[in-house]
């Protein structure tokens, strides 16, 4: 989200992982503590908005676990939703059959 300043995040990696850092900023808890006003459709985040947010900050080894986590379980929700997508074209291609099968 690119107006007129730029911001590079750059995490001390004793205290905070990049994973979690991009998890966290990525993330609906994130994303809803802005206002991501927008200004001829391109989205604004006030510097001051990003100052008020607070990050819980747990420890390297449960951020990792926490990150570890989420993506096992993002990977199961992309796993889910291929099944999903398999499962509607089969479903479609019944009907179709039985549709041309009814029609002969």
């Not at 750059?10 to 850092?21: G, I, K, N």
């Not at 819980?56 to 951020?63: I, K, M, N, Y």
């Not at 096992?72 to 019944?94: F, G, I, Q, S």
Request: aromatic share 4%; charged share 20%.
């Amino acid at each position: 989200m690119l107006l007129q300043r730029v911001a590079r995040l750059v995490p001390d990696e004793t205290q905070l992982s990049a994973a979690f850092l991009y998890m966290w900023l990525t993330s609906d808890a994130f994303v809803g503590a802005i206002d991501p006003g927008r200004s001829n459709g391109v989205p604004h985040i006030s510097t001051k908005a990003v100052a008020e947010i607070s990050l819980w900050l747990p420890s390297l080894e449960a951020q990792a676990r926490i990150v570890r986590h989420a993506n096992e379980l993002l990977a199961v929700c992309h796993r889910l939703a291929r099944a999903t997508e398999r499962a509607d074209a089969t479903a479609l291609a019944l009907s179709k059959a039985i549709r041309g099968s009814l029609g002969s």
